[in-house]
């Protein structure tokens, strides 16, 4: 799950970035109004945690802007000023939720995972492949009807094999699917997490296409 937040205060910025990513989401950090303009124009991100006052291009612009160009994409809007004519316009402008300024780490976290639950993929269906079975909705994975423990880096890279099975996905494409920008990526990060995934599920599920990637056969082994 990617996030793009979008914050101009690098002390709070820091502090919820590294809060997200502690939940199992990528951040993409954007500091001002325009970048976030840019990055929403260039990815399909899962959320947008959206200040308002910002420099170059306000929240509320920003906003706007991204319902202007049919961009679906579930917001939840940071206000530092609790006043009704402010949320009420936030929501009138396209957004799904706010949390006013000052909150606590862990009520973002869980808002930030009811919209994804109810934003954009109300019907997002289960995907199976033979024993495996991934409930989006629940992000939980079980085989041959037992629950299985995913680390939040071990499902992105199962759901993103299963969302393309029967096609090879890069370990560059898999890497943009788990980390933010700026985050230091370790070189054999996705082998280490297929390697895992290989031991907890099946050592067949994942296969090894060497030089080009991995994939998902589309039909069970
Ligand atoms: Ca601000």
């Given at each position: 799950m990617k996030i793009l937040l979008v914050e101009d205060d690098r002390l709070l910025g820091d502090g919820i970035r590294a809060g997200l990513q502690q939940a199992g989401f990528a951040v993409d950090w954007a500091q001002d109004g325009r970048a976030a303009e840019l990055a929403l124009a260039d990815e399909a991100y899962d959320a947008v945690v959206l200040d308002l006052g910002l420099p170059r291009l306000s929240g509320m612009e920003v906003l706007a802007r991204a319902r202007a160009a049919r961009n679906a994409v579930p917001v939840l809007i940071l206000t530092a000023r609790d006043t009704v004519p402010d949320r009420i316009a936030g929501?009138?402008?396209?957004?799904?939720?706010?949390?006013?300024?000052?909150?606590?780490?862990?009520?973002?976290?869980?808002?930030?995972?009811?919209?994804?639950?109810?934003?954009?993929?109300?019907?997002?269906?289960?995907?199976?492949?033979?024993?495996?079975?991934l409930d989006p909705a629940a992000r939980s994975v079980s085989w041959a009807g037992r629950p299985v423990e995913l680390s939040a880096r071990e499902y992105a890279v199962l759901h993103a094999l299963l969302l393309n099975a029967g096609r090879v996905l890069s370990k560059a494409q898999l890497e943009e699917k788990l980390y933010g920008w700026g985050e230091e990526i370790e070189s054999n990060a996705v082998e280490v997490f297929v390697h895992h995934l290989r031991r907890k599920l099946a050592p067949e599920l994942i296969r090894t296409v060497r030089g080009v990637g991995y994939m998902i056969s589309r039909e069970p082994a």
């Open positions: 929501l009138d402008a396209g957004a799904d939720d706010y949390l006013v300024k000052p909150f606590d780490l862990g009520e973002l976290q869980a808002r930030l995972r009811a919209l994804l639950r109810r934003g954009k993929n109300p019907a997002e269906p289960v995907l199976e492949r033979g024993a495996l079975r």
